[in-house]
Each structure stands twice: as structure tokens, then as C-alpha cells.
């Protein structure tokens, strides 16, 4: 049978640190959420190039007063994803608190409270392991410098076979200082095959590094390394971490990212094969590919993780995820189509990096057109609505309600946070004002995020402001999003709609 070929990125936008599992005919992804909620996205997939949001594992971040704030490059770390004793389970490292995790019979869950496994500074990148044979479980994690001072280290544990604690205080298994040339050694995934502990993970840092491979007879070590993937001659720059996953025909494959600044962290997907030395080859004798042939597997329609979306009763889909823990009243559900949004008072309305109450999804990684309706209903002077890109530095075009009580519509942008106080917000195109308190915005993203801002008053796209490039956050990529707003103030200060959002090819 003929399966075709596929091409690198598989995931063309920031799905951070994927890991991967597979559990009969279907497999199941899931990455890094940082602030954001809800957490942890849940994907399936049957042929592994082909991809669906389903959900997420986690409703709020926890404690849920820690992230009444944005934190955006705080709360969940790469993840792992595995299947055990009938259930799925996802181990995370939250850099400030410690490794948690949560479990669920089915991958739409109900997914348990999150379980604090292991408490501690700079813990992060957790994997578990189960031993069939024997019953043992083992843990091991990697170390963030900027918490705990430690990095370019691996600790591994015993673990409780009930995944609730751990039965050690821990040892280095493997130490990347010992290796001539390895640095920043992290996000580590736990393995068994042929008689050998193998630990994935890679070095050298997310832009410039290497994916590593290594063995060990025993958890404990000591251990063998290898380099297995980089960059060579290739366009991937890294290639970083994620999860090898096995066809039920029983070929091997292995998903990792790649670190493209303002489009975050995109999913390449890679053959993996087993050398006659015992150790993995992945991709083209150890470089990224660009085209291969699919998986043997069944094939399957085309498919995305969705993005458009018409908000039908008021409802947001699974795409969109706050900057914060949400809160009650932010958007109200209503018997017709379209997002209606509070414009929340905030004294941090002049900075959207500040703000909770951003509905935001993914910055597309190839040139797209984004487009929405807007309605500003807010009566409140200063109340505003719009669609931002959102970053270290942002802009956005929307929709201000004036001391006069007139709407206009206005472009504004911020520059990237240098000092520990944010300057305010400036305009970027001329306001000019719409009388109905209607509009059409759009963004252009093209070649190296670099964004256009136009709207539609009524007579048609007409250009505002000049091209904003777009900028990540410390480890997230840019995102779009929408928000309705308020200066700080007494009652209630109205809402905005938003509708028709859709991204398209420009």
C-alpha cells in the first residue's frame, strides 16, 4: 500500500515540548501550557501527521491564587504523557512549586485534582516510568538553573507504583558537566526496550542544540550517551525534545520541536529505526527531514487543530485559553451567535501583558489572515475591545469609547518590557471615529510575523499603522488575542462582541 509523504512541521505553531502515546489505534499528544488556562492540551491523532484538539487535562492552574495573574512564563512544563494500568497519566514540572500530576480513565478524562509528587524549587521536565515485569515505577526529572541553581543534571527516583510519592530522596543518574561538550541537559523521557533503560533527551539549548540518547542496564546507571539528532545541514534549528511512539505495525517515530521565535515551538515528526550498534537513528541518519513518507497506518482525512470559531450561544471553543485563571463574568452566554465579553476594569488597562482577562490562541506559523467582528456596546469613556498580537511587545486594533461618548476606532502598540515598569501603551495609527460602534479588524501575518493592521468601518479594509513585528514571550510564542476592557472604576461598564473569527491563507 502507498501512503504517501508528509512535510515537517506536522504542528505549525506552538505546541511547546509535545510528548506523545499511543493506546490501541489512536495516539494522543499533549505540551506545555505555561499561564495560560485551561491547561495542558489534549491532541489525537491516527496517523500521526494529522492532529485534532480534544480538550484539556487541566481546568485551572494550581494554587489558583498563585495565577489570578498573568504569569505567562510560569505554571506547567513540558510534560509527559503515558498510559498505565488502564489510565492516563501526565506528569509536570511547575518551576516555583514542584512536579505534579493527574490521571484519568478516558483522555477526555475526568482528570483527578492535581497531585503535588515531589515539592521543590526548579524541578521541572518529570517522566515516569512502569515496569511491567517487575511492578517498579521510577521517576526522573531535569533542573531549571534560575530556580534552584542546578542544571545540565538528571535525577531519577523509585516511585510508588500508585504514582502518589516517591521512595527516595533522589539521585544524579546522569551529569552533563562529566560529558565533554553537553550543556543543558534537560527534558528527559523515560524508555525500556531491549533489555536497557534509554532516557531522551537533549542538550545544548533550544536553539542551537541536539537531541541525545542514553543507556544504561540499570535505572541508576551508570549511563552510555549518544547524540542521535541535530541540526547539520538541515533548516531545523535545535531539534528539541519530545516522544518516540511506536505504529501498531510496530515502526518507530519521534516528535520534537523546533524553537522559531514569534511562532514559538513547532511539531516536526521523525522516522526512527534501531541501528545495528543497538542505538535509535532518527530522521535521516540523524538529521531532521524535511518530506518522508507517512506512517503505515490507515489513511486518514486531512486535519488541524481548529481555529476558526462563530461562537455560537456565547461559547468560546476549546482553541482559546485565558492568560490567567478565569473568572466568572468575563464572557456571558447568550441565545445568539457571537463573543460577548465584559470590558473588565483593570487599573492595567494602558498594558494587555498585564491582563487576566486575553483570550488567546496560537500565532499560525505560516502567513495566515485573521479577521473578526467587533461591536463595542461598553458606554464607559475609555471602555475598548479588540485583537491584539500579543507578546514581550504587542499591538492591537480595535474599538474606544471617548470622553464624548463617541467610538473610534484606534491602533495601538507597546514595545518590548526592558525596566521593571512597563511604559504605556501608544497609538500606531490615526483614530478615526465609527459612529455605529461596529468594525471589521483584521491582521495580516506574513513572513517572519511581521504583522499589518487594516479595518472595515464600512467602507471597505483600509491599512492603520505601520508593520508590527511580532515578538515571543521567555519561552512562549506570540498569540493572538481578544479582550474587552475598562479603566478602573465603579459598576458596570458594558461589554463588547466579537464574531466571525476566522484564519485563512492571505
Known amino acids: 500500500m502507498t501512503y504517501g509523504t508528509y512535510r515537517n512541521p506536522i504542528l505549525n505553531a506552538d505546541w511547546s515540548d509535545p510528548d506523545v502515546v499511543r493506546v490501541g489505534d489512536d495516539f494522543y499528544l499533549t505540551a506545555s501550557s505555561f499561564g495560560r488556562a485551561p491547561g495542558l492540551p489534549l491532541l489525537h491523532s491516527r496517523d500521526l501527521v494529522n492532529w485534532t484538539l480534544i480538550g484539556h487535562a487541566l481546568e485551572r492552574l ?10 505567562h512564563d510560569c505554571g506547567v512544563w513540558a510534560p509527559s504523557l503515558r498510559y498505565h494500568d488502564e489510565r492516563f497519566w501526565i506528569f509536570w514540572g511547575d518551576p516555583d512549586q514542584g512536579i505534579f500530576q493527574i490521571n484519568a480513565p478516558e483522555i477526555r478524562g475526568p482528570w483527578t485534582h492535581p497531585h503535588l509528587l515531589k515539592e521543590g524549587k526548579g524541578l521541572i521536565d518529570p517522566c515516569p516510568l512502569w515496569e511491567d515485569e517487575t ?3 521510577y521517576l526522573v526529572h531535569a533542573w531549571a538553573r534560575s530556580r534552584s541553581g542546578i542544571k545540565n543534571r538528571l535525577t531519577g527516583h523509585r516511585m510508588h507504583p500508585d ?3 516517591l521512595l527516595d530522596e533522589g539521585k544524579v543518574i546522569v551529569d552533563g558537566d562529566r560529558i565533554p561538550g553537553w550543556f543543558t541537559l534537560e527534558g528527559p523521557k523515560l524508555h525500556r526496550h531491549d533489555g536497557w533503560f534509554w532516557i531522551l533527551a537533549p542538550a545544548g539549548g533550544v536553539e542551537t542544540g541536539w537531541q541525545g540518547a542514553f543507556r544504561s542496564r540499570g535505572f541508576f546507571g551508570p549511563y552510555e550517551e549518544k547524540v542521535v539528532l541535530e541540526q547539520k545541514d538541515t533548516e531545523v534549528n535545535g531539534p528539541h525534545q519530545g516522544g518516540w511512539v511506536r505504529t ?4 518507530d517515530w519521534f516528535l520534537h520541536f523546533q524553537h522559531r521565535g514569534a511562532y514559538g515551538r513547532v511539531v516536526h515528526l521523525q522516522p526512527m529505526r534501531w541501528g545495528a550498534d543497538g542505538w535509535p537513528v532518527l530522521g535521516d541518519d540523524g538529521a531532521p527531514v524535511a518530506v518522508h513518507r507517512r506512517p503505515d497506518v490507515p489513511p486518514q482525512p486531512p486535519a488541524a487543530p481548529a481555529t476558526d470559531d462563530d ?3 456565547g461559547r468560546y471553543g476549546r482553541q482559546w485559553q485565558w492568560t490567567a485563571n478565569p473568572q466568572d463574568g468575563w464572557a456571558t452566554q ?11 476594569r483593570s487599573a492595567d488597562a494602558h498594558d494587555l501583558r498585564k491582563l487576566s482577562n486575553v483570550l488567546t490562541q496560537r500565532l499560525p506559523g505560516a502567513p495566515r489572515a485573521v479577521e473578526v467582528g467587533l461591536r463595542l456596546d461598553g458606554e464607559e469613556p475609555g471602555a475598548r475591545a479588540g485583537l491584539a498580537v500579543l507578546g514581550d511587545a504587542y499591538s492591537w486594533i480595535g474599538l474606544e469609547r471617548g470622553a464624548d461618548g463617541t467610538v473610534r476606532l484606534v491602533h495601538r502598540f507597546a514595545e518590548p518590557v526592558t ?13 478615526r471615529p465609527v459612529p455605529e460602534g461596529r468594525a471589521r479588524l483584521r491582521i495580516e501575518a506574513g513572513p517572519g510575523a511581521r504583522c499589518r493592521f487594516s479595518a472595515d468601518t464600512g467602507d471597505g479594509f483600509r491599512p492603520s499603522g505601520p508593520v508590527f513585528a511580532a515578538t515571543p514571550w521567555r519561552w512562549v510564542g506570540a498569540l493572538l488575542g481578544l479582550f474587552a476592557l475598562a479603566p478602573a472604576g465603579p459598576g458596570h461598564a458594558g461589554t463588547a462582541t466579537f464574531t466571525h473569527f476566522r484564519i485563512t491563507p492571505c
Not at 494550581?62 to 504569569?71: L, T, W
Open 248 to 251: 501498531p505495525s510496530g515502526e
Open 334 to 344: 447568550h441565545s445568539a451567535d457571537g463573543l460577548r465579553l465584559t470590558c473588565v
Open 163 to 165: 504514582g502518589t510519592s
Open 135 to 137: 511492578g517498579d515505577a
Open 419 to 431: 525596566e521593571p515598569v512597563t511604559e504605556p501603551e501608544r497609538d500606531a495609527g490615526h483614530a
Open 311 to 313: 461562537f455560537p450561544g
Open 62 to 71: 494550581e494554587p489558583v491564587g498563585e495565577f489570578a495573574r498573568p504569569r
